[in-house]
């Protein structure tokens, strides 16, 4: 059977695996079809393993964490599916540092360090994602972001070597890092902060994630911001001025609520977020001449 040596590495491991499964229901958008194959890895080596045996046997892989800013095909994913999520997110203080695995939710990790008394994390408490998928993008809020508090990481290299890069050699930016678009697999992350009051830390993360309940859509799915801000304008502000809040194809709706946000109003499909999205880009340019990027990542 083709998948044979990676249901033999997920039962050494003991880790999760699902055949002919549903991603939809990993993912914060709540949209994708059925995959060969989805893995859940509890450890360094069980990833590392699992990715060795995909390019020896050049099986098609994909590496994913919470996946909260992917958009996955509604025809599913051929090949196998690494979700490095729950089963690999264990959390440790050391001095006044937090490293974490790569699938530590940012929830997580940011409710040790309030716990621990340090501070710096704040402005992350509420992103859905995992400390290697922030790190990907290098992912921000409230004028704070991933290169603020990140002192380094270890990852698995194109070769299959692990190995540590400090944050200096991350190439970090607006919603990038030298992990995006890479074979690089982010395997933990060091979080480097300062000791604060847990009353003022716990204070400051309770206002941020008001802040984030009073705007954002958080009721229904989505994959959070759909689009980059533009240099010198706001995405969201952009969409509203071309009288795009609340317009709607299939189940994919503009926000009313906040106009950055594409969400799932109700069963949308791949294609009405593609086409929302595609037709957001249009009339904005038209009536702006600035071009929208999306921010969440096409998988199919």
């Given amino acids: 059977m083709k998948y044979d040596s990676i249901s033999g590495i997920a039962g050494k491991y003991s880790a999760k695996i699902l055949y002919d499964e549903s991603i ?117 809020a409230y004028g704070g972001e991933m290169k603020d508090v990140v002192s380094w990481c270890d990852y698995l290299d194109e070769s299959g070597e692990v190995k540590r890069m400090n944050a200096e050699d991350m190439m970090l930016s607006y919603r990038h890092s030298a992990f995006t678009g890479s074979d690089k697999v982010i395997l933990s992350v060091c979080f480097r902060l300062t000791p604060g009051d847990e009353n003022k830390i716990a204070e400051l993360m309770n206002e941020t994630m008001k802040k984030r309940r009073d705007k954002q859509p958080l009721e229904y799915p989505s994959a959070g911001s759909t689009f980059k801000r533009p240099d010198g304008y706001f995405a969201a502000k952009l969409i509203e001025d071309s009288g795009l809040k609340g317009y709607t194809v299939g189940g994919a709706q503009v926000s009313e609520k906040h106009s950055g946000f594409v969400i799932n109003k109700g069963n949308a499909s791949f294609d009405d977020v593609i086409k929302i999205t595609e037709d957001i880009k249009e009339k904005v340019f038209a009536d702006s001449g600035v071009m929208l990027e999306r921010e969440i990542l096409i998988v199919e």
């Fill in 24 to 140: 939809a229901e990993y993912t914060s958008f709540r949209i994708g079809g059925r995959c060969d194959v989805i893995v859940m890895p509890n450890s360094a080596e069980c990833i590392a393993e699992l990715v060795s045996e995909c390019r020896k046997s050049r099986i098609r892989y994909y590496i994913f964490g919470k996946c909260t800013n992917v958009l996955i095909s509604g025809e599913g994913l051929r090949g196998v599916v690494i979700l490095i999520d729950g089963d690999y997110s264990s959390v440790r203080r050391d001095g006044n540092d937090l490293i974490c695995d790569a699938g530590a939710s940012l929830a997580k990790i940011c409710n040790e360090a309030r716990k621990e008394s340090l501070s710096g994390l704040e402005f992350a408490y509420g992103i859905p994602g995992s400390a290697g998928g922030a790190l990907y993008m290098n992912a921000g």
